[in-house]
């Protein structure tokens, strides 16, 4: 028997024994051994209780940390949509980490959303930011990112040796690369950085005050967030009967109500709840499914 297992379940039914509002904390030996199923059970039951205790008790530090750890599966997960960059994966978990935290803290069970489902986009968006915030603005041949370290070097040297900037005829003849190899590379340096929507401009802002290029592009389009679930999506509505299929067309997109899906089934209303509610299960199941195996 999976012992880390046996434990889990030990843990979620002490939880249950101890629902009651002021009931004390379950003690949790090892968080990051509770089983990701298991997990989401103690992390309501942490979630309810720590809206109760005061922020920066000792119950309350205990409460989070251990929600913390609870849910690095969360971050290990997100982590492995990214594991063919380049990049350290040690360093995008502890990214990721960031985002698990913040999601903990903005949580309310009052949303009435599984935990997951709320903290995945939290842990998804810090990792792309540290990729944003940490990489080439734009994809740049790996040639010519080779030669904008060769560059910087060559221009430095010329720099100190000439006291003034070099020419790019100087820099080609250090280099043993043609002018038009030079250019290149010194385009390409361009795209090593970007601006911040944050960076100050000149000129006067819309309101008189110090302008900033967030002024001047188009809003946070919030919706954008939903693409790549809508891509994870698809494969598994496209599983779906025929049947099912038509049910969710009726219900999301022509925006039925179930009594008029009901009448084109030619059954209750009721039933068209439950055949919803069943579709909806196996939706979430298949979105999370590489989760619940982790």
């Known amino acids: 028997m999976d012992t880390a297992k046996t434990r889990s379940d030990v ?50 530090q205990y409460a989070r940390n251990t929600l913390i750890e609870m849910n690095m599966s969360l971050v290990r997960f997100a982590a492995g ?52 915030d940490t990489t080439w603005a734009v994809h740049v041949p790996r040639r010519l990112q080779e030669l904008r370290v060769e560059l910087a070097r060559a221009r430095e040297e010329l720099s100190s040796r000439l006291d003034r900037d ?64 809508f891509h994870a999506l698809a494969p598994l509505v496209a599983d779906l009967s025929e049947r099912d299929r038509r049910i969710i067309h009726l219900r999301f997109v022509e925006e039925a109500t179930q009594a008029e899906i009901g009448e084109q089934l030619g059954c209750s209303q009721m039933h068209v709840s439950r055949l919803i509610k069943r579709i909806i299960t196996q939706l979430r199941q298949g979105m999370l499914g590489d989760l619940n195996s982790a």
Do not use: C, W
Request: cysteine-free; proline content about 4%.
């Open 11 to 60: 843990m979620v039914a002490k939880t249950r024994e101890n629902r009651t509002d002021g009931a004390p904390l379950p003690t949790v030996a090892d968080p990051r051994a509770v089983a990701p199923r298991d997990a989401r059970e103690l992390s309501r039951h942490f979630f309810r209780r720590l809206t109760e205790l005061d922020e920066g008790t000792h119950e309350h």
């Open 81 to 132: 949509r990214f594991r063919n960059r380049s990049d350290d994966m040690e360093d995008i978990v502890q990214t990721g980490m960031i985002g698990l935290i913040k999601a903990i803290d903005r949580f309310e069970l009052s949303r009435e959303v599984e935990f997951t489902s709320f903290a995945l986009p939290y842990i998804v968006g810090e990792i792309k930011r540290f990729f944003r």
């Open 166 to 229: 070099p020419t790019v005829a100087e820099l080609a003849t250090l280099m043993n690369l043609s002018e038009n190899e030079v250019i290149e590379a010194q385009i390409a340096s361009n795209g090593y950085n970007s601006s911040s929507l944050d960076a100050a401009l000149t000129g006067d802002g819309p309101e008189g005050g110090e302008a900033v290029l967030a002024d001047f592009i188009g809003v946070e389009e919030d919706g954008i967030r939903l693409v790549e679930d």
